[in-house]
């Protein structure tokens, strides 16, 4: 199971990459093996401003939806389009082509509530 250092996650099993203002978010590799083959992503939020916890989309696996939770309040800027054509990026690449949107921080402090990869590798038990 990959989950590297450099980034944040969430208990929702998303990772988070902090650039200035701006984090890209997608689901992890722990998740995405959990889910199975993705065969949808739903976005519907884009430049939209949300609370962090809140439902910015949807991820369809071939047995199951599971929503995605903004792991920080701010205003969702971009959406990954190649996911529409190959959701199974997601399986593929999840930190790297497999990202879901980027977003524009409203509060930075909320990133000091994120997991390490240290904790998260304990919350997954890897």
Do not use: C
């Not at 609370?51 to 920080?72: M, N, Q, W």
């Not at 971009?78 to 082509?97: C, H, I, Q, R, T």
């Amino acid at each position: 199971m990959n989950i590297p250092s450099e980034l944040k996650y969430t208990k929702d099993h998303e990772w988070v990459r902090i650039e200035g203002d701006t984090a890209t978010v997608g689901i992890t590799d722990f998740a995405q093996g959990e889910l199975g083959d993705i065969v949808y992503v739903e976005v519907d939020t884009l430049d939209e401003t949300l609370d962090r916890e809140e439902v910015f989309g949807t991820v369809e696996a071939v047995k199951t939806v599971s929503d995605l939770f903004l792991p920080l309040s701010g205003e969702i800027v971009a959406f990954n389009e190649a996911l529409e054509e190959e959701p199974e990026k997601v399986n593929s690449d999840p930190y790297g082509e497999g990202w879901m949107i980027r977003l524009k921080m409203t509060d930075a402090s909320e990133v000091d509530d994120l997991l390490s990869a240290d904790d998260y590798k304990a919350l997954v038990g890897a």
